[in-house]
């Protein structure tokens, strides 16, 4: 087992993390190095500076108070390449990645099989150095990528239109609040907001929807609470109802009487979802969900350490115009030829200015094609097998961890790849033992839930082996028999 | 560009047509212009609420804008042009007549008097 270092700078040879940026002043005002990088030659610039009568350009900076002006930086003296690059992959090299740790966390980020034709697809330069594709002419071969992810996202969903994605998952999550919102044209104030949506989706929802004066409800109940439990806050003034399915504990519930409250009430209905779980799972439109948001990120896309991930937004075809963000469509060309173009764009911020739903129309255009690739290369098929494997393997998994002392999963509750382990110690404590024998343990629900702090949230995935399993309940025998 | 003289004006390019204490509402023949190709009309008004002069009660998409039409006087709205849901482009073809937007009961008639005629409409700087 390797050293596991508990400070970086201990392993860094200057100290810094990176000395690439070691560039003093001076060095950085000199002719000779300006020349190399800047159009403008000192002369240029003496010019301008004489034409809006400023003496040195450290003058334009007036307005900054003079303690964060010009900092010394005390940075070491630069390297050579050959030496950042040594140092840099030293650094990298104190990272543990679920290459080599044995994985069971997820709450949000799942450990997936990526192909490789997904990545030798996206480094084609056609994709990964093109811009947003305002220009059709010169743009189909990006917008038709985009058509096929929406009709991909829509068909998964079960509903009528996918937007060309949001940022993330959390971001998505945060636009459909935003669309209820502008829906009710300000008139419904009201989210009630299950506290099974996970806990970062809504922090970034609070962030989103800062200064627009609305009340969020149902946040408060008790963990343990299921969707039913949100029906009697849901009132006149409701713009939505959002959850999550399966929820941030994995549990799955059926959303039917939940959607059908929302709908009496005349409030919109969103449902957040886990897009592998579709393989084997009801879509959310049978429920009647008006929203369908979902974290993209296990559909071909590396956890990366948090992002760049993808925002799965589908919506009904009633309120397509109150959806934010892209939306690619298919036409035909004044010769008859198919032809792909952004379409509806009057939705959009810079149309609608101050009218739009959402000041934020960028999507993930790269990853959207990860997940294009991704789910072209299952099928609908393969996506069913694929979650039928996680499905079994989270069962077997879940079997065998309770069958440890002190260890207990609730045997009623459904759930799809992610469940919750009731530990006989705090679930940081079970975490730490796990990782001293290279087993990321699971998700330690006592950190945004304080009442769960014997509670741990277990993942497992296709590329959780029955060995790799069967090791985890083996270190967990040998800790915690009777 | 047709200004019928029978009619009231707002700078933001609304008709209104008085017929006793209710007013029918749309938008004049160079706002229909100025928008180009109408490809959607939605009226965001219900029949029923009382809204306040200024308040949005629809929004009209064209090829290049989306804009809205606001109320040009305070009142209950007591109908509405569901035809423009499927034929927007009556907007374009008929803005004084089968295109109107919404009907009001005022409930403050004297907000009439805040209104353009014909010839002042007719006469209303534009800055495009």
Request: hydrophobic share 40%.
């Amino acid at each position: 087992m390797r050293k596991r270092i508990k400070n970086w700078k201990e392993i860094t040879k200057t100290g810094y993390p990176v000395s690439l940026l070691s560039i003093d002043k001076d060095q950085l005002f000199a002719e000779k190095d300006l020349t190399m990088y800047t159009p403008h030659t000192q002369a240029d610039r003496d010019a301008m500076l004489k034409a809006i009568g400023v003496n040195e350009l450290e003058d334009l900076f007036q307005c900054l108070p003079d303690k964060g002006k010009f900092p010394n930086l005390e940075l070491p003296d630069g390297i050579s390449e050959m030496e950042a690059l040594d140092e840099l992959q030293f650094i990298s090299s104190v990272n543990e990645t679920p290459q080599e740790l044995v994985s069971f966390l997820g709450a949000g980020a799942y450990n997936h099989y990526i192909p490789a034709v997904v990545d030798s697809i996206l480094r084609r330069s056609e994709f990964y150095t093109a811009y947003t594709p305002y220009q059709p002419e010169i743009a189909q071969g990006t917008l038709q990528a985009i058509f096929e992810y929406q009709s991909l996202i829509a068909s998964l969903t079960g509903m009528d239109v996918s937007n060309a994605s949001h940022y993330d998952g959390a971001t998505a999550v945060a636009e459909a609040v935003n669309m209820a919102y502008h829906n009710f044209r300000g008139k419904r104030r009201k989210i009630v907001l299950s506290n099974a949506v996970n806990p970062q989706y809504r922090e970034t929802i609070q962030t989103y929807m800062k200064g627009m004066d609305l009340e969020f409800v149902g946040e408060d109940l008790d963990p343990e609470a299921g969707p039913d439990d949100l029906i009697e806050l849901i009132d006149e003034n409701t713009a939505l109802v959002l959850v999550q399915y399966p929820d941030f504990f994995g549990r799955i519930f059926d959303l039917t009487k939940l959607s059908e409250a929302a709908h009496a009430k005349k409030a919109l209905f969103s449902v957040h979802i886990n897009p592998i779980s579709l393989g084997l799972l009801k879509p959310p439109s049978e429920f009647d969900a008006d929203i369908v948001t979902g974290e993209g990120q296990p559909l071909g896309i590396p956890m990366s350490f948090g992002g760049p991930y993808l925002g799965l937004f589908a919506t009904k075809k009633q309120y397509v115009r109150k959806m934010a963000g892209r939306l690619a469509g298919e036409t035909v060309d004044t010769h008859g030829n198919r032809g792909y173009v952004l379409t509806l764009n009057t939705r959009e911020q810079h149309i609608r200015r101050e009218q739009a739903t959402s000041n934020i129309c960028t999507n993930q255009g790269l990853i959207a094609l990860a997940s294009t690739v991704y789910l072209s290369l299952l099928g609908k098929s393969g996506l069913q097998e694929l979650a039928k494997l996680n499905y079994h393997k989270a069962h077997y998994a879940a079997d065998k961890i309770s069958t440890v002392p002190g260890f207990i999963i609730n045997p009623v509750q459904p759930f799809f790849n992610e469940f919750v382990v009731h530990c006989p110690a705090p679930a940081e404590e079970v975490n730490q033992h796990l990782l001293s024998r290279d087993i990321l343990g699971g998700y330690d629900l006592g950190m945004v839930y304080p009442s769960q702090k014997y509670e741990l949230l277990v993942a497992v995935t296709e590329m959780n082996t029955r060995a790799e399993i069967d090791y985890m309940v083996e270190v967990l025998e040998e800790e915690y028999h009777d | 560009m047709k200004i019928p003289a029978e009619l009231k004006y707002t700078k933001n390019d609304e008709w209104v047509r008085v017929e006793g204490d209710n007013v029918v509402v749309g938008i004049t023949d160079y706002a229909q212009d100025q928008l180009s190709d109408i490809v959607f009309v939605e009226i965001v008004a219900l029949e029923g609420d009382s809204l306040d002069q200024g308040e949005t009660c629809a929004v009209i998409e064209s090829v290049k804008a989306a804009a809205d039409v606001y109320l040009p006087v305070s009142g209950e709205i007591i109908g509405i042009n569901e035809s423009l849901m499927d034929s927007p482009e009556l907007v374009n073809e008929d803005p004084f007549g089968d295109a109107w937007l919404v009907k009001i009961k005022m409930s403050d008639p004297s907000q009439l008097e805040g209104l353009m005629d014909a010839e002042t409409y007719q006469k209303l700087e534009r800055d495009h």
